[in-house]
């Protein structure tokens, strides 16, 4: 079965610095991944997906994702946090007529 | 502003109420999802719709009841629920079936469900 495990479930930044966000996946076919933004209680935003047309993956709001095959890796960057990234950030892996989510991380970002 | 329209946003229910989430979506999309969201914790996934047809039921108890009505509308009927029942609900819909692997789901804002 196809997984993602997301590293670190909470990650802390300064404003103005680099956001690296870890997910590794589980896959036995090429996955389909995706990385989702959730603010408080509100539901699921995309921020970006892969599906295998580039390795580099850019997405909404300055984020951008890497995708390695060799490291089965899909990280998650941003060069630099503004206040309002401040979320949950959730990486997904899709196939099998379904989407399963990473545990996710908590983004805060310092003045 | 999501294009999936979850109601009601908030609900309250005791334990022998009676009571239903509802979705819709007008984007064409032909799956459909509910989730189960507990606090700090991912989406679960609870049921999936394709083409109007249950595909999945991931050994929801049976107090939770879905029903898709047509291709725009998702429903849950609860019955009987437990505390631990309480969660986000969220709905979401996808272009295709995620058996093709490429289809994104586009989330509603989910419905709030305390069981008392």
């Known amino acids: 079965a196809q997984s993602v495990t997301q590293l670190g479930s909470h990650v802390s930044v300064s404003e103005g610095a680099l956001v690296l966000l870890r997910c590794n996946y589980s896959s036995s076919v090429p996955p389909y991944l995706f990385w989702y933004v959730q603010y408080p209680n509100q539901g699921l935003q995309l921020l970006l997906k892969?599906?295998?047309?580039?390795?580099l993956v850019k997405g909404i709001n300055g984020f951008e994702a890497e995708f390695k095959k060799s490291e089965t890796s899909f990280h998650l960057t941003k060069p630099s946090a503004h206040m309002s990234d401040a979320a949950e950030y959730f990486c997904?892996?899709?196939?099998?007529?379904?989407?399963?989510f990473g545990a996710g991380t908590r983004l805060t970002v310092k003045p | 502003d999501t294009e999936v329209t979850q109601t009601p946003k908030h609900l309250v229910m005791g334990m022998t109420n009676k009571k239903s989430l509802k979705c819709e979506q007008h984007m064409g999309h032909r799956a459909m999802y509910w989730y189960k969201q507990k606090a700090k914790k991912p989406p679960e996934l609870m049921f999936v719709y394709s083409y109007e047809k249950l595909s999945i039921n991931e050994s929801v108890p049976s107090r939770f009841s879905p029903e898709c009505p047509n291709s725009s509308l998702l429903n849950l009927h609860l019955h009987a629920l437990q505390p631990e029942d309480s969660a986000l609900y969220l709905c979401?819909?996808?272009?295709?079936?995620?058996?093709?692997?490429?289809?994104?789901?586009?989330f509603g804002e989910g419905s709030r469900l305390t069981v008392l």
């Open positions: 892969y599906t295998s047309a580039a390795t």
């Open positions: 997904a892996v899709s196939g099998n007529n379904d989407m399963r």
């Open positions: 979401a819909s996808s272009q295709v079936s995620l058996a093709t692997g490429t289809g994104e789901l586009f």
